[in-house]
């Protein structure tokens, strides 16, 4: 079983979306025995609380739950999980200067990096913006959770 970890800033809009979304696809290819998926925050701002209303009545509208609780990030989870995918720059440099060694370096990768429209780029913070934001934040992870599901999946069928 792979351990994956998704993380954000706050752990109420970004990374709670990336793990409903990518535990749907895996339930739905019946491959949820393969994979661990969590998801967390930098900081702790939001701990205990549900995500973010508009991020789960967005994710409603497409017939996605997100039911994560904000949690922040742990020396534990860097040391549990085999991926932690991160949604953006500032986060992704947060979690390389949280690690005390270079295995745990090499588990860090950006969510985007598989992307072919815009590689390595962060997921837009939808926090401050409109309902457009948080549509166009499900849109991006959506797409991005596929490419991750596909490659994984072609990376443990080697
Ligand atoms: P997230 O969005 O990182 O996608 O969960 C944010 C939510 C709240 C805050 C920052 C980012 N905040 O600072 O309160």
Not at 5 to 16: A, D, E, K, Q
Not at 18 to 27: G, N
Not at 95 to 103: D, I, K, P, S
Request: hydrophobic share 35%; net charge negative.
């Amino acid at each position: 079983m792979k351990k994956i970890l998704f993380v954000c800033l706050g752990n109420i809009c970004r990374s709670p979306l990336a793990e409903a979304l990518f535990r749907a696809k895996v339930d739905s290819q019946n491959l949820s025995d393969n994979f661990y998926i969590d998801s967390c925050g930098t900081n702790g701002f939001h701990n205990g609380e549900r995500a973010d209303d508009r991020t789960r009545k967005n994710a409603s509208t497409h017939g996605i739950e997100v039911d994560s609780i904000s949690r922040q990030l742990t020396l534990g989870d860097l040391m549990d999980f085999d991926l932690i995918v991160t949604m953006a720059s500032d986060v992704h440099f947060q979690v390389l200067n949280f690690c005390r060694t270079q295995e745990q370096k090499d588990k860090i990768h950006l969510f985007r990096e598989l992307d072919p429209d815009a590689p390595n780029s962060n997921i837009p913070d939808p926090w401050y913006g409109g309902d457009e934001g948080f549509e166009n934040v499900f849109q991006i992870i959506d797409k991005n959770a596929d490419l991750w599901v596909n490659y994984l999946n072609a990376a443990s069928n080697e």
